[in-house]
Antibody
């Protein structure tokens, strides 16, 4: 059974760094062709693809967030991570991680992150 | 970037109606498109992949089609459980881009 679960700080202040963890089970990020992506959704708005990482450590970042994103993985512990630096109120959203295995098939439940002073 | 223009942004339909939602791609994406259903407070669920293929466990009243750069999700006979937001995602080219979403309500 494939499951993913996101965790994060809940609330943070502008200019801080947001650190998110995706803990998954039922698959391995060392499997050929496997990937994990991060997607966010501000309340009441649409979805935005942020970044993804592949089994071979190849990475993709959405250019709209310029150099603020860093994605990484810990294959041994079945985790993927996303860091967003210098957050502001526009980064307030629900953040999802999702498995990529030919398609984006399994998603976590999402974690709400609020940026507020 | 590939823009996915989704329409309508919201719609209301009656039980049993045939419903169609469309995403228009600004560039060629082949059939590299997924339709997601998202119910309130839940994460997106893939419904259609590769534009026309039904995902596992999805009822057969859902279907996907393509006409040129227009990709459509059709519900042949609307049921109450279909009330949700629907999103398209193109995965032909980075950055991956979603449509703006369609809120489907039941009359």
């Amino acid at each position: 059974q494939v499951t993913l679960k996101e965790s994060g700080p809940g609330i943070l202040q502008p200019s801080q760094t947001l650190s998110l963890t995706c803990t998954f089970s039922g698959f391995s990020l060392s499997t050929y062709g496997m990937g994990v992506g991060w997607i966010r959704q501000p309340s009441g708005k649409g979805l935005e693809w942020l970044a993804n990482i592949w089994w071979d450590d190849d990475k993709y970042y959405n250019p709209s967030l310029k150099n603020r994103l860093t994605i990484s993985k810990d294959t041994s512990n079945n985790q993927a991570f996303l860091k967003i630096t210098n957050v502001d109120t526009a980064d307030t959203a629900t953040y999802y991680c999702a498995r990529i295995w030919e398609l984006v098939d399994y998603w976590g439940q999402g974690v709400m992150v609020t940026v507020s002073s | 970037d590939i823009q996915m223009t989704q329409s309508p942004s919201s719609m209301s339909a009656s039980l049993g109606d045939r419903v169609t939602i469309t995403c228009q791609a600004s560039q060629d994406i082949g059939n590299n498109l997924i339709w997601f259903q998202q119910k309130p407070g839940k994460s997106p669920r893939p419904m259609i992949y590769y534009a026309t293929n039904l995902a596992n466990g999805v009822p057969s009243r859902f279907s996907g089609s393509r006409s040129g750069s227009d990709y459509s999700l059709t519900i042949s006979s609307l049921e109450s459980e279909d009330m949700a937001d629907y999103h398209c995602l193109q995965y032909k080219q980075y950055p991956l881009t979603f449509g703006s979403g369609t809120k489907l309500e039941i009359k």
